[in-house]
């Protein structure tokens, strides 16, 4: 879950 | 509205194919340049990113940006409706609640009409963040999908390891392990077979074959894939 939420927050920086 | 011709409908049909393992529904962001989406699979381990530029299509006209909230699995089914060298025009009208599809034999004596129900979907603003990734590596696509099936009898996961001279892909479970090596070729005769390995420095990373698996379905859409490697970071395709 901790990975999928810094994915989801990685992706949001573009 | 929308309204835009791809001159063959295999163009969509096989984007479709590559994309409805991974996503759900997302929407189509239409605006004067093109098409676009952006979507993580249900997991939220995967980000699809997908530009259709308007050049792609003829014609291609946009009056002001919508977002078509698509459920994949009943365009893909309503893809598989089109011959591959059919003519295919989507059409979307203000404030539509429908997406039109219409494919069109290239001797114009077969027109199919499909008409698909748009949905709302909540939309973050993903993407792929510029980053100077460790690796790159380029090669065939056929070639790329045949090492992540064939190591997908040994593991659920693949190590991708990218030297100077070389990139291994390896495979270790309860039964074995396996391992696939591939060199830099540069004198090849076609663009599209030629292996190159960009290096700033070594890595060594692990990831689900699953997902791969899936980002494979794509390889029918270009002759070669680009890997793109750095620690912490996602694998870009």
Redo the contacts between chains.
Sequence with gaps: VCRQVWLTRYFETA | MLEARLPSAVTLKKIIDAVKELVQDANFDCNDSGIAL?A?DS???A?VALLMRAEGFDPYRCDRNIALGINFATLAKVMKCAGNDDNLTIKAGEDADVLSLMFESTNSDRISEFDIKLMDVDA???????TDYSATIKMPSAEFQRICRDLSVMSETVTIEAVKDAVKFIASGDTGSGSITVKPNQAVDKKDMEVTVTLQEPVKLAFSLKYLNHFAKASTLAGSVTLSLSDD??LMI
Excluded: K, N, R, W
């Design positions: 952006q993580m997991s939220h381990v980000l973050d603003h993903l993407g792929i963040p510029e970071v996602p």
